[in-house]
């Protein structure tokens, strides 16, 4: 199948990102043979020395948000707590300081982490997609309140699965750490969304998801809601993103019904990694506007992006800032998409 694809180098022009593929450096990869629904619940005591485990709130900073188990024994469904070990914090000023070159503030700003359940073993892979829902449902709580609360942050939300994806603690949890300025990544890539925009007179997401849907070729998932690609200019292999189907620049708009069907959706594409790539680390993210009222940003769309950490930057990319995927994201989808 390798010898299908040829070398080549592609542009994502609202991420700005220059990818360059070589198919023949990887292979098809091996399934797994169980498939995600068969996995086990992992259920299990609390784990020693985890302190996201129930019975373990001493060593907890404190508890600032919970999703109470409704009908259930658990003592909670999610749980939101500081980040004991937090980089910014909320009551220090932001005042610039100059020194010729160098520039220095005090770092201000919000972290929290979203433990996902009172499970040590369980994974997003392990929940029903009521408790998938759960944690978007916690996603979204936190989110709103910070937004509303701090209108100077900027909230993100993202998801480290497996050591070298970051995770220092195995018990399952995502994070959000809100700024007080724009991370420049974002920023970049909305100064090029906006200028795409100008181009064509549409939103450019809106474009892309209509190409994706037609060339079908790099689709892993689609409904009537959310539509769910390996990006043209995949920076890692089987990278995806899932995005709504409908012009929506701001995550924080997701409704109730919506909200259900993202958990469903994020489980099957997550089991598709779990099930066709045995379990990789990967991180995910919320792609969003960084202004919370979003009726001036129609060049916007928000999304989820999910990036498994199945290859390692060299020196090349750490010298140049440019990509090299082993891989070609047609081959992936269809892999994801299990086309054998």
Known sequence: MASAYTPETRRDRITNQWVAFAPSRSGRPKHTTAEPDATPGHESPPVEG?????????????????????????????????NKYSALSPDRPAQDQTCGLYQSRASRGRQEVIIETPHHYQSLTDLSVPQVD?????????????????????????????????????????????????????????????????????????????????AEARLVRTDEDFVVFVPYAAEVPYEMW??????????????????????????DVLGRLWARLDDPDYNFFVRTALDYDPDEAPHLHWSLRIRPRTTVQAGYEQATGLRINPSIPERDAAVLRDDT
């Not at 937004?147 to 993202?158: A, E, N, Y």
């Not at 701001?250 to 993202?262: N, Q, Y």
């Open 50 to 82: 985890c302190p996201f485990c129930p019975g373990h709130e001493e060593m907890l900073p404190s508890i600032r948000w919970e999703l109470d188990a409704a009908d259930s024994p658990l003592p909670w469904q999610t749980r939101v707590v500081p």
């Open 134 to 214: 759960a944690v978007l449902q916690t996603y979204l709580e936190r989110y709103r309140t910070i937004r509303r609360r701090d209108t100077d942050l900027i909230p993100v939300l993202f998801r480290n699965h497996g050591a070298s994806a970051g995770a220092s603690i195995a018990h399952p949890h995502s994070q959000l750490i809100a700024p007080d300025f724009p991370p420049p990544l974002i920023q970049r890539e909305e100064d090029a969304a906006r200028a795409r925009y100008d181009e064509l007179g549409r939103c450019p997401y809106c474009v892309m998801i209509e190409e994706e849907l037609t």
């Open 242 to 267: 899932i995005l709504p189907r409908t012009h929506a620049p701001e995550f924080g708009r997701l409704t109730a019904p919506k909200r259900e069907v993202l958990a469903r959706t994020l489980r």
